[in-house]
């Protein structure tokens, strides 16, 4: 017999905050979980481990575990040898469903399922002081959503009948009773429950996320969410979906993880998880009641966030966790949405499968930034061949990166990764050779990057200061710092040290790296840089430190810089 659903009817839905009709689309049901109809211990297991609601690893959206890992039954007969049989039946089944309680009168019971909140009740209809149809209709009182299951010696039709109007979902005939039917019966009843809790969430969620995302401070249709006291205190707990930072592409990646595992979680005593939504492709949250007993929240929240966080990391899913302001006025809600989701943009920088506050991300916000200064100053370092001062000015940058959005982020992990890639450029490093890493999950593991590379570039150019250079090289090298002021030729230098330019051009190359010509431009450049630091005005320097133009020295500047050299000059100041 199928389940009857005395909730209203979903077809009638509409959004209560604004009292548009909610998308048909948004009510179907998630596909069912493919079940045979093969009636033994194998069979009921694997259905067992998807009645419970809870979305292994949030990938498929079909595939399910047990939230408590069993399906919880009580028994209600006034015969001890009945309720001894059937446990024994349930036995048959699978350890996954689990007896959680027993009574043989049904004051014991309307005591008793309050406190272990099973999933299925069994009562039998024919019991002295209270018969199973009252018993049914005080369960329903005290829980309209409680599962109640008949069971009866004989097909006493009449008595089915008014248990199905009461909102019984099944009856059972004891006599017929074996492992195989009753294991049918959970599972027809749990995966319509199923069905049926994923489509209340969707209208619920549905709810939520607009009015989260209003500028209302109507309440309609969140009644099952700020319902309490008058003493109530609410908090939002925001989980981002941390994305590396690429250097060179665009991350994209879809994650299908479902809202509803946060709300199936098991939270701290003191707290209660009153609804989730998933805001967008990298942001969920959760609602959640503070009770009046809780004088500190702060460590019940914590707490909660970390449990949130674990299962974001069993789906393997990188993820941060950021803790709202506490507040009273339910109609905060939404205030308290915007701060979250604005500084939710900062938490990569931050570091990722980490829970933060509120006001521990603002107090990083409000701190001054000097990332142009700290480049400039980093190139002048770099020039200086001073490792350990380039390596401290790094930190100094990612220190301040923490309070970044992560497109703020991406570009200044650009420009640094230019700084330093230009000089080893110009210092003849073979920067292709350094291991390339293009992903980054937290500002740490960028930093750690960059240090390395500033190490084995400084680790090459003390071997090649091992190099002992040949006299005819010293010569040049001798001459190209008296003269590289003057407009100067490789024929001119190739004279000066008494070698032709063949031999000249092929013994440099050999011993130094690179070519004359080239050496001989960076030369000037380095020149340029100082007499810019030294407050020499832009017009002048191109002259003094050896080019001809203005604009042929601003091309070349930029192209070994990466800035012009007014640029420069501006960041210096």
Not at 43 to 51: E, H, W
Not at 374 to 387: C, F, N
């Amino acid at each position: 017999m199928a389940r009857s659903f005395p909730a209203c009817s979903l077809q009638q839905f509409r959004c209560l905050s604004c009292s548009s009709a909610v998308p048909r689309a948004l009510l179907k049901a998630s596909p069912r979980v493919p079940l045979k109809a093969r009636e033994d211990k194998e069979s009921f297991s694997r259905f067992a481990a998807g009645c419970r609601i809870r979305y292994n690893r949030g990938i498929t959206g079909n595939e399910v575990i047990l939230m408590d890992n069993y399906v919880k039954l009580y028994i209600v007969d006034d015969e001890k040898m009945a309720i001894e049989y059937f446990k024994r039946l349930i036995e048959g089944l699978s350890p996954a469903c689990k007896v959680v309680g027993e009574a043989l009168h049904g004051p014991t019971a309307l005591e008793e399922i309050p406190k272990v909140q099973p999933d299925i009740v069994f009562v039998d209809i024919s019991m002295p002081v209270m018969n199973g149809l009252v018993l049914a209709e005080r369960i329903l009182q005290q829980n309209k959503n409680q599962i109640i299951v008949l069971l009866t010696s004989y097909r006493e039709f009449d008595y089915v009948k008014r248990g199905m109007e009461l909102g019984v979902s099944n009856y059972l005939l004891k006599n017929e009773l074996t492992p195989e039917s009753l294991g049918k019966e959970i599972r027809s009843i749990m995966e319509q429950v199923r069905l049926e809790r994923k489509q209340l969430h969707t209208y619920q969620e549905y709810n939520l996320k607009q009015f989260l995302e209003s500028e209302s401070s109507r309440t309609e249709g969140m009644e099952n969410i700020y319902k309490g006291s008058t003493l109530n205190r609410f908090a939002l707990t925001a989980v981002k979906r941390i994305h590396p930072v690429c250097m060179q592409t665009v991350y994209e990646e879809h994650v299908n993880f479902e809202s509803m595992q946060l709300e199936e979680l098991e939270y701290p005593e003191g707290i209660t998880c009153r609804g989730a939504v998933r805001l967008s492709e990298e942001m969920w949250a959760a609602v959640f009641f503070i009770h009046e007993v809780v004088s500190d929240s702060t460590v019940l929240l914590e707490q909660s966030a970390e449990k949130m966080l674990q299962l974001y990391k069993e789906a393997g899913i990188p993820a941060s966790a950021i803790i709202s302001d506490v507040f009273r006025n339910f109609t905060d809600l939404p205030q308290a949405y915007r701060r979250i989701s604005r500084l939710s943009q900062h938490m990569l920088c931050m570091g990722r499968d980490r829970t933060y506050h509120q006001s521990d991300v603002e107090n990083v916000l409000r701190a001054d930034r000097q990332t142009e200064v700290y480049m400039s100053d980093l190139v002048g370092i770099l020039d200086g061949e001073k490792e350990t001062e380039a390596k401290a000015l790094i930190d100094r940058l990612f220190e301040e990166a923490a309070a970044y959005t992560i497109q703020e982020f991406t570009r200044m992990l650009q420009e640094l990764h230019g700084v330093i890639k230009r000089y080893a450029m110009r210092k003849k490093v073979d920067f292709n050779a350094i291991p390339v890493q293009n992903e980054f999950y937290s500002a740490g593991e960028a930093r750690e990057y960059m240090q390395k590379i500033v190490s084995d570039i400084f680790h090459h150019l003390r071997e090649q200061d091992e190099k002992q250079y040949s006299r005819k090289v010293l010569l040049i090298l001798e001459y190209i710092q008296q003269h590289y002021a003057e407009n100067i030729s490789l024929q001119d230098i190739a004279e000066a040290v008494q070698l032709s330019e063949g031999h000249t051009r092929k013994c440099f190359k050999q011993e130094i790296g690179t070519t004359v010509v080239d050496y001989l431009t960076e030369y000037r450049i380095n020149r340029a840089k100082e007499l810019i630091k030294n407050g020499e005005r832009i017009t002048s320097v191109y002259e003094k430190a050896g080019f001809t133009s203005s604009q042929y020295f601003s091309y070349v500047f930029k192209k070994y810089e990466g800035i012009s050299p007014s640029e420069y000059a501006r960041r210096l100041r």
